[in-house]
């Protein structure tokens, strides 16, 4: 799978074939298919294995002690969490790199989406305990909306403005929260 991911994330799904993965891999195509019928497969098993990283991620960044922190350093370490998960997981970048991964990881994954949204919700209401329960869901997608953004941005043009987009993104969203958590 990480030769999968690697390349995915170098050439994009579409661009990328069983032949490129397998000399990746150091194997052979058969190989490739005895534990993937298609690429489209694989594709699943690769977004999968990002989708553990990101629970991981979010269960360090949703742990007791994480909370007791200002929720503008909370702000900073989940856009610093996903950007470094982005830099460092290739199967992750290939997801932003991608329209196509990144809509078919969305639509496997929508029930996991909605466990992210809910666990987003909960951080919200320590910080903002004011807020009503709509409120915060609107506010946890917007996040969503926004750190995702950001790394599309940061997927294309991460290597010309790497530290300019992330403290962009930070910025954006201490702006946007700052109404709403004082």
Known sequence: MDAAAGVFAEVG??????????KRACTSVGSIYQFFSNKQELLLAV??????????????????EALQKSWTQFVDD??????DLQKNDPGFSALYRSPRIHD?????RSGQYRVFIQRSEHV?????PHLTSQRRTEIARMI?????????VHAYRGADYPAQ??????????????????
């Not at 919200?124 to 903002?128: D, K, L, M, T």
């Not at 993104?169 to 709403?180: A, I, V």
């Open 124 to 128: 919200i209401a320590h910080y903002g």
């Open 13 to 22: 799904f579409e661009a990328a074939t069983s032949e490129g993965i397998a």
């Open 165 to 182: 987009t992330i403290q962009e993104t930070k910025t954006l969203l201490r702006r946007y929260l700052e109404p709403e958590l004082g």
């Open 78 to 83: 989940v856009v610093d969490g996903f950007f």
């Open 47 to 64: 977004a999968g294995r990002c989708f553990e990283r990101v629970t991981e991620l979010f269960d360090r960044l949703h742990a007791e």
């Open 104 to 108: 078919l990881y969305q639509q496997t």
């Open 144 to 152: 969503n909306q926004v750190i995702s953004g950001g790394l599309v």
